[in-house]
């Protein structure tokens, strides 16, 4: 009985030492945590009820300063620029990137090459990228002559048209985010096993019927994430919009999205409340449409029918 009661308490012991060491080793991340990500996200919500204009303390005002973004014309002018923005690069950063994941999974000479040169544009910080669209968008620059045959214009303002600049920036946007995506695919579909296509091939489908109805099945998991990180990105744009579009947001603010409007409120107007509710309002609404992608595309169990 003394024995058995021993070999109980040291086996206690031992189970009390490993919660023991792993509380010590996840600790350093812990304390990042909550440096790093827990401190600035309820400081940053605490700002939000306050009047702080750098220039004296912080002053509580209760939810005023939400109240009176609602009256904001720019603030809610952002809001359709940022969704515009969110929706017109995040479906087609996602629909290209695994048609071109399709094309290098396939295998041809040269592939890691292309790859490659594909892959460079995510080499490069935004600000980089953003001033390399700069040159291409001069208005008798690279792009107005590739197409001035279609134009026949000599001089192009890419980025001073109300109309034109939006959808430059969208294709900037494409253009350096696609190749992550890409990658992030072709993993997802090197993981898929090889025998179920090779049976789906036996069964007589074709290399489409193959891909819709054993691949993207059994890649829905890559496309939730590919889909929410995307998002996550599109609705926190500002590098582009600050460096490519005229007067960090222009023309006439067709490029103002949210991150830039938190800019302009805090560094520009320093009006550091109304930046920080526009933060929170931002971060709300990354959570929302996150969750809510997360939500529709979870499934207990992915079958192939």
Not at 180 to 193: D, K, N, Q
Not at 207 to 232: H, Y
Not at 280 to 290: A, H, K, N, P, Y
């Amino acid at each position: 009985m003394i024995s058995l009661y021993r070999r109980v308490w040291s086996e206690k012991n031992v189970i009390a030492r490993r919660q023991y060491w792993g509380l010590i080793f996840v600790l350093p991340c812990v304390i990042f945590f909550i440096i790093f990500f827990l401190y600035p996200l309820v400081t940053g919500f605490y700002l939000s009820l306050t009047k702080y204009t750098l220039l004296r303390p912080p002053v509580f005002i209760g939810f005023d300063n939400y109240a009176n973004l609602l009256k904001d014309r720019l603030f809610l002018k952002s809001i359709s620029v940022t969704l515009g923005f969110v929706v017109g690069s995040t479906a087609p950063t996602v629909v290209l990137s695994l048609f071109v994941a399709l094309l290098f999974y396939q295998k041809f000479p040269g592939r890691e090459g292309l790859k490659l040169i594909f892959f460079s544009p995510l080499l490069p910080s935004v600000a980089v990228v953003s001033v390399i669209w700069v040159v291409l968008l001069h208005p008798s620059g690279i792009l107005t002559n590739v197409v001035r045959p279609l134009t026949g214009k000599a001089e192009i303002t890419w980025i001073h048209d109300i109309t034109l600049s939006p959808i430059v920036i969208v294709l900037a946007r494409i253009w350096s985010a696609m190749p992550f995506y890409m990658l992030i695919w072709l993993a997802g579909l090197t993981a898929i096993p090889q025998e179920l296509r090779d049976a789906a091939r036996v069964d007589g489908a074709n290399r489409l019927q193959s891909f819709w109805r054993v691949e993207l099945p059994l890649l829905r998991p890559t496309a939730v994430f590919v889909m929410a990180v995307s998002t996550i990105s599109a609705f926190q744009g500002f590098a582009l919009q600050y460096v490519i579009a005229p007067n960090q947001g222009g023309p006439v603010d067709v490029n103002t999205t949210l991150g830039i409007v938190i800019w302009k409120y805090g560094f520009q107007f320093f009006r550091m409340g109304d930046a920080a509710a526009v933060s929170v309002f931002l971060f709300i609404c990354i959570m929302v449409v996150t969750g809510t992608q997360i939500t529709l595309g979870r499934s207990d169990r992915y079958s192939i029918n």
